[in-house]
């Protein structure tokens, strides 16, 4: 082969990609909705909207292999919609505000803004190289003025509708970024998911967002997400956590044991075990602990409060922690049995939820039962289980529903029906009532930090908390800011900055100095993708309602409860606000694995070795010691030296084997386990690929205008008469790949089955297309480009150019599948001799039993088996196999 004629993807990939962007090829066509889910063949427009979206990057300014999976999976799925005649909207973005761009200007004395664009652009251009199918018309960047704009006007349309509010809160705070940490934002350790610092507690005045208004349609709406994975929606409803039980005040009671004004309310789903509560625990954290502590109690309550300030909410709750606790000298009065029981508090128990009080019921609750058996507070039974003896407490707390004893009025009923009886009686004597409590606390949006969109309201002595009015925005960030970690937003420190009038009375005001969370920016981006470049609104009512909800939605499973809730909760809201008509952002979610490395670590000292410095993978040792090196697989990452760069994948590769081996080496669900040698092996084939259509030209064969109407329609079933055998076997192995990889790119999306069908198609070709002739080989030659062009879209349109194709390659319609080339007149046919297979003969398809039987009987195989003996019994399956038992 000469060099000229070599594969050289660098070449090709450049080449296409100028074209591609010459021609706009990728450019958001109109879409026609309600013309059917086919359109025009080739993308240009006229089909129903497809939206295919990748959840948008941070830009760090380097791509790695988790991103290219992530936007090589939503580029297959793109492409295929567009060959299938859908009008495809495949955006990109930028989640670009946040704590590392703030954290480089610290360390680096840059400016974020300047090195977040710069970022971008490296990003920008990391992509490009991929190939990828991007309208890069409608991208965004959600730290730039014309995007944040929108972000603070959906905010005050938030806060019109009552969602958006100021409270005193205990916050989690970030020691390391010095910032407000959400819920949902520390790990299963109490650590910063960002800085890894470990959380601590603080009370600050802080923005939310009313979420739980919405607790019951985020989760009442999850069985509506049918195309979305079971775990997501498992995570989501766990998250919400509704439960179902009563609201019970217990009276304080003074030194001589009489009722005072004050109350505690404790929220329980088991009112049934009312009679059973031996004690209440309040959390360290409640406002009424300081005041009800007796001065007996007051120090060593002091001390632990202190002590428990330091724990994480996770540490505190976690089911394997030890459970710590203190009284406070005070009494509380049982509001059903009149029984008088100690006020503690302790540590697992969380201000912020439900009441931030518990009621104590050993006997029915095994944190409880263990609580006190710990401190030697009593344990009372009032349920047994139905038709048995009283429970003994030796192994642990009765949990189970049973029948009620020593409970008063209501012994002897079921706990159903002491449930329901309870909560009606504390509600017709005033000391409870029946409620609903969710594990979802609002969502806490305040950030103490500079590079974030500023919340747009104004603190005025006169009026309040004012909003900025929405002619006024965007409230700009100033570039001029001393960041720093000492502690409070750097926006604090820059009067000329906040120092404003109000706009309600004119007075002189303060405008909010916190910045809000980056999911704000991230819960929205996908609609105004529809619409980027409108400059009244966000995005119009018409563009929203045409092109959305997303049709397919990619990204981690670590997003399935911060981005993906926040996202669903936005769409609601904004549907009650009349900006858009429908009620979830995206119809089918994939949750892509990650891409795992190889990794090398000491045991002994748990250094990282990164791959390049161990001599010897089959028996690695570390280079310095000599010791044994423990070698696995983990997620890549810099800290572990078990990274690959893409870049250089594809400087020595091509991008297009990038995507086929990303694609190919596992299903896309599952963690992908990185391989340079089945990188290779995914190089060898698209040579193989190259050399056979070089083959077929050698040989004159050209597509000759093969188009859009399908070059796979080109033979009927009228054809298949003057077939010869290699043709009709090369026939049946293009429509089997075609039905094949259709059926793997509607489903699932299982390209690594799909590629494998590239593969033996490939392979049927080498065999059967030199005795073919030009009709049924071009076919095959066209199919063969079709179906690997979402794949590998670089090859698949320069195979296509030098076949002499008609127009794009990206332009053609998907390929069909002719029914009739599938129909085999022979199949093959296994024959056993006492069960085990001797053999296979090729018989009629429609051979009945008495014709297999006697096939099987005259062949060379049962001679050769049964030596002249007849068989004393044939057990024939039609289609499968003949059994000679002799």
Partial sequence: MSESNRYQPQVIEERWQAFWDEQQAYRTPEPQPGSGAEGDAGGDGGGEPFVALSMFPYPSGNLHMGHVRNYVITDVIARVQRMRGRAVLQPMGWDAFGLPAENAAIERGVDPGAWTDRNIAAMRSQLQRLGLSIDWDREVATCHADYYRWTQW??????????????EATVNWDPVDQTVLANEQVDGEGRSWRSGALVEKRRLRQWFLKITAYADQLLDDLPKLTGWPERVRTMQANWIGRSTGAELSFAVVDADGRDSDQRIRVFTTRPDTLYGVTYVVLAPEHPLVAPLTSPEQELAVTAFCDLVSRQSDLERTADDSPKRGIPIGARVRNPASGALIPLWIADYVLADYGTGAVMGVPAHDQRDFVFARQY???VLQVIIPEGSDEHAYEGGAWTEPGMLIHSGPFTGLASAEAKAAITAAAEQQGWGEGKVQFR??????????YWGCPIPMIHCESCGVVPVPAEQLPVELPRDVAISRKGGSPLAQLESWWQVDCPSCGRPARRETDTMDTFMCSSWYYLRYSDPHNSALPFSREAVDRWLPVDQYVGGIEHAILHLLYARFFT???RDRGLLGFDEPFQRLLTQGMVQGITYKNHGTGHYIAPADVADSTAPRDPISGEVLDTFYEKMSKSKHNGVDPARVIERYGADTARMFILFKAPPEKDLEWDDADVEGQFRFLQRLWRLVEAAQARGLRLAGASSEGPSSGLGSADLPELNPAERELRRAVHTAIAAVSDDLDGDFQFNTAIAELMK???????????SGTAVAREALASLL???APFAPHLAEELWSQLEGGGSIHGQAWPQVDATALVRDT???????????RGNLEVPADADKATLERIALTSDIAAKWLEGKPPSRVIVVPGKLVNLVP
């Fill in 154 to 167: 959906l905010f005050l349309q938030f806060h019109a509708a009552g969602l958006a509010y100021q409270k």
């Fill in 376 to 378: 030697e507070l009593p």
């Fill in 440 to 449: 979802l606390r609002d969502w806490l949006i305040s950030r103490q930090r």
């Fill in 572 to 574: 609601k809201v904004l």
């Fill in 761 to 771: 198609l490939s392979n049927a070709m080498a065999e059967h297309l030199e005795a």
């Fill in 786 to 788: 079709l179906l690997l």
């Fill in 827 to 837: 199949i093959p046919l296994v024959i056993q001799v006492k069960g085990k297979v």
